[in-house]
C-alpha cells in the first residue's frame, strides 16, 4: 500500500478491525518513510460476469441497468423500493451463484421477468411486452393467461 502523503511503497499495519458494517476490514497504517498514519479499508471484490447480447456482442453487467429496468416496469406501481432492492439483489446473487464468466442476456431477461411476476402483475406484462417484443393483442392475452396460472415457486393458499 503506497503512502497517500510521500507515495513510499513502505508502510506498516498498526491495527486491523471488522469495519461497522462488517463488509470489510478497517486497517491503521503508518509510513516508514514519512511517519504519517492513514487508514485503508480492504472489501471482497466480486466480479461479474460479462453478458453476451443476442447479436454475439459483449457488455459488462450493469447494475444501474438492471435497476432502470425494474424501474421502467413499476413506474407507478405500488411496489415499495424495498422489494425492488432485494429483487436486485436477488438476480445478482442468483448470477454470481452460477459461477460462470459469461451470460447470455437472455437469461438475465428472464430472471427479472420471474422476479417482477412475485412483485407485481402489471409490471410483470410492461416487461414482457418489450422483452419479448409483443406484436398484437393476441401477446398480450396470452401472458395475461399465463399471469392468472400461479408460478411454480408461489404456493396456493391451503396447500
Given at each position: ?9 513502505e508502510t506498516q499495519v498498526i491495527d ?51 435497476r432502470t429496468g425494474f424501474m421502467r ?8 423500493t424495498q422489494l425492488v432492492d432485494e ?73
Open positions: 500500500m503506497r503512502c497517500p502523503f510521500c507515495q513510499s511503497g486491523s478491525r471488522d469495519s461497522d458494517d462488517g463488509e470489510s476490514i478497517r486497517r491503521r497504517r503508518k509510513c516508514v518513510a514519512c511517519n504519517k498514519r492513514f487508514t485503508t479499508y480492504e472489501t471482497v471484490e466480486l466480479r461479474m460476469p460479462q453478458l453476451v447480447k443476442q447479436d454475439g456482442s459483449r457488455a459488462e453487467f450493469d447494475l444501474a441497468k438492471l416496469a413499476l413506474h407507478k406501481r405500488p411496489v415499495p429483487a436486485v439483489a436477488t438476480i445478482t446473487q442468483d448470477v454470481l451463484a452460477l459461477g460462470v464468466r459469461e451470460i447470455d442476456s437472455r437469461r438475465i431477461g428472464e430472471m427479472v421477468m420471474r422476479e417482477l411476476h412475485r412483485l407485481d402483475e402489471v409490471a410483470y406484462i410492461r416487461f414482457a411486452s418489450v422483452y419479448r417484443s409483443f406484436q398484437g393483442v393476441d401477446d398480450f392475452r396470452d401472458v395475461i393467461k399465463e399471469v392468472q396460472t400461479p408460478p411454480p415457486w408461489r404456493k396456493r393458499e391451503g396447500e
